[in-house]
């Protein structure tokens, strides 16, 4: 069996127990952003567990999460966008 390159977040977002990860990803048209939203618990045994599922006192804080989280994302888009800019002007 292969070894897969484990991809992690670029960036981490919290809200209590709620989590908002940003995922960056290389693709041939371009970079492509994801975003997984968990909400962390304790098992039995005390672990940290994450589950994909939230409650509907949740989804006011996961809307606020996911706002973060475009709004993250937007910033790096920004940033390359200029990067681009300033090495195309570098090659003139």
């Known amino acids: 069996m292969s070894e897969q390159k484990k991809n992690h977040p670029i960036e981490t977002l919290r809200d209590g127990n709620l989590k908002a990860a940003v995922f960056e990803n290389a693709r041939e ?3 492509q952003h994801n975003v997984s939203f968990a909400r962390l618990y304790q098992d039995r045994e005390g672990q940290t567990r994450e589950a994909q599922s939230f409650s509907g006192s949740d989804l006011l804080r996961l809307s606020k999460l996911a706002e973060r989280s475009y709004e993250a994302i937007r910033e790096r888009r920004s940033q390359a966008r ?3 800019r300033a ?3 570098d090659r003139e």
């Open 29 to 31: 048209n371009g970079t």
């Open 82 to 84: 200029q990067e681009t």
């Open 87 to 89: 090495r195309d002007r």
